[in-house]
């Protein structure tokens, strides 16, 4: 239906296949970083003090540089593959997740409810795990819709640098890299995987925004 390679092999049926590489990377790098961000940012914004010194600043240091180009650095002494895509990407999306959890705590833990709940008795862990936590996973719902547009196209971008996903599986950026020689002859074989990533992308942009519309009581009028 969409033509073939420059090895005969069909377009469409390596960008069904190749979703899975570049999905799962999507889905369990910010899954990972959801985890984590969400854990440090939590912990920092209600023990403050210096463990919010330590962590955040930490994080800090990480999102002074340039996602692609420590990616490759990192992925570089890994190696390729899609084990070490998630894990790489996952870390670099923290410092986000992290600071957008601060400042949620931060804000939630001055309320009212919280501080009532404090006075009749309850733990740190009770207040952070049953009246803060549950206060603040609306933005970060919508950051990890986000987070997984911007993991898909670093992801793209690393597979066509060759740092990603490796042969003979097949990925939508692995797909562009081996075109581009081809590119004046058969534009197809470039053209429908960077169709299919830029789709992709806008979908769950659109649904990230739902998705704040929905989880916002404030927007749903």
Same mark, same amino acid.
């Given at each position: 239906?969409?033509?073939? /390679? ?15 590489? &570049? ?26 003090? @210096?463990? /919010? ?7 800090? &240091? ?16 890994? !190696? ?15 410092? &986000?997740? +992290? ?6 705590? @931060? ?10 709940? !404090? ?13 803060? @936590? ?44 081996? +075109? ?19 789709? &992709? ?14 989880? /916002? ?5």
């Amino acid at each position: 239906m969409l033509g073939t /390679d420059e090895f005969g092999r069909d377009i469409l049926s390596r960008i069904i296949y190749g979703a899975r590489p &570049t999905l799962t990377v999507a889905v369990g790098a910010s899954s990972l970083a959801l985890v984590l961000g969400s854990l440090a940012g939590l912990v920092a914004g209600f023990y403050r003090g @210096l463990l /919010d010194q330590v962590l955040m600043r930490s994080l800090d &240091t990480l999102l002074s540089f340039p996602p692609i180009l420590l990616a490759m650095l990192v992925v570089g002494f890994l !190696g390729p593959g899609v084990r070490n895509l998630v894990l790489v990407i996952g870390i670099l999306f923290v410092p &986000t997740f +992290a600071r957008l959890a601060y400042a949620e705590t @931060l804000r939630v833990k001055e309320l009212e409810y919280v501080a009532a709940a !404090g006075a009749l008795g309850a733990t740190s862990q009770r207040l952070l795990v049953q009246h803060i @936590l549950p206060n603040i996973t609306a933005p970060l719902i919508v950051q990890f819709s986000l987070a997984m547009a911007a993991a898909i196209l670093l992801e793209s971008g690393l597979s066509f640098l060759g740092l990603g996903v490796v042969p003979p599986e097949s990925s939508w950026g692995l797909m562009i890299a081996g +075109a581009r020689g081809y590119m004046a002859q058969a534009p197809n074989s470039m053209l429908w995987p960077a169709l299919v990533i830029a789709t &992709t992308i806008l979908a769950i942009n659109v649904a990230g925004d739902a998705l704040r519309d929905v989880l /916002d009581p404030r927007l749903r009028s």
